[in-house]
Nanobody, 123 residues
């Protein structure tokens, strides 16, 4: 089992940057694929990006490709989501998740979820 805690959210102006962190407990963290999702009020939870256990070849949603970057430090049991050129439509609660058997874009494939961190982009 793994427990996930997101941090790094906040209020930022459009065009700005934030770095979210997903810290995990558990000795087997390095074997987990980690997905990031977001949910805005009144909307479905949507895929943002996913990074495999090795960190090779992250996959991103088209809406964030070229602006967001995933990385991981298995020694620190942490995955990072660097978000640049933020837009108003990036405003949402961001969640990291683990437990999928492969790098999946579907939230239903993930077993473990963090509590989420709010990202608000202002004009």
């Amino acid at each position: 089992q793994v427990q996930l805690v997101e941090s790094g959210g906040g209020l930022v102006q459009a065009g700005g940057s934030l770095r979210l962190s997903c810290a995990a407990s558990g000795r087997t963290f390095s074997s987990y694929t980690i997905g990031w999702f977001r949910q805005a009020p009144g909307k479905e939870r949507e895929f943002v990006g996913v990074i495999s256990w090795s960190g090779v070849g992250p996959d991103y949603a088209d809406s964030v490709k070229g602006r967001f970057t995933l990385s991981r430090d298995n020694a620190k049991n942490t995955v990072y989501l660097q978000m640049n050129s933020l837009k108003l439509e990036d405003t949402a609660v961001y969640y990291c998740a683990a437990g999928a058997h492969f790098p999946s874009r579907w939230h239903g494939d993930y077993t473990y979820w963090g509590q989420g961190t709010q990202v608000t982009v202002s004009s």
